[in-house]
């Protein structure tokens, strides 16, 4: 089983009103428990852990919070800003950033596989170049961010890549605390 479903397995059991998954057994001989996944967490900082249950968990009663924190960080980045724009582009870029790590737009092509089967081959399907989820077009970006597509393409693309580059490393923290956590 794939380390991501595994995290997203276990992070639902902290959602409310989720069962007791008694598949899910740890080293010894007992079922894991919510509580057990919740004892890992306590690791991460506060930003990472509420994205955690964000994402994982799909619990998004602390999502104000998480948002406001997704902001502040992407301010602390001191990205230089030209005439027109203003700290709302970077919390706009900040949110943008946040909502596509926690929800994957899925490629329709492959339907989020990032392979297509052509006869009797796989290949890697070309919509989405094999990520499985589309990413967000230089045209959106200009225009969710109010600037033209020549500063989307040039500067604000690369800065919604290392926001971004941030929530891989967060999902790599969480699978890393919960597994170390469980042994």
């Not at 690791?43 to 502040?72: F, G, H, W």
């Not at 949110?95 to 089967?117: Q, Y």
């Not at 399907?125 to 200009?142: D, N, Y």
Request: glycine share 6%.
């Amino acid at each position: 089983m794939d380390s991501a479903v595994q995290v997203s397995e276990l992070m639902a059991m902290l959602a409310p009103g989720a069962p007791p998954m008694d598949s899910v057994r740890g080293s010894g001989t007992s079922a894991i428990t919510s509580v057990d996944v919740a004892a890992c967490l306590v690791k991460l900082d506060r930003i990472t852990y509420l994205y955690s249950l964000s994402k994982y968990a799909l619990d998004n009663n602390s999502r104000k919070e998480l948002n406001t924190l997704a902001v502040i960080e992407a301010i602390d980045n001191g990205f230089k800003l030209s005439d027109g724009e203003t700290n709302r582009t970077i919390a706009v870029l900040a949110l943008t950033a946040l909502d596509s790590a926690i929800n994957p737009n899925k490629c329709n092509k492959c339907k989020g596989v990032g392979e297509i089967k052509l006869l009797s081959s796989i290949v890697v399907c070309e919509s989405c170049k094999g990520l499985g989820s589309k990413t967000v077009t230089e045209r959106h970006l200009a225009k969710i961010l109010g600037v033209t597509l020549f500063q989307a393409r040039k500067v604000w693309k690369k800065r919604l890549s290392i926001l971004q580059s941030k929530y891989l490393e967060r999902d790599d923290k969480i699978n890393s605390v919960i597994f170390t956590g469980l042994r």
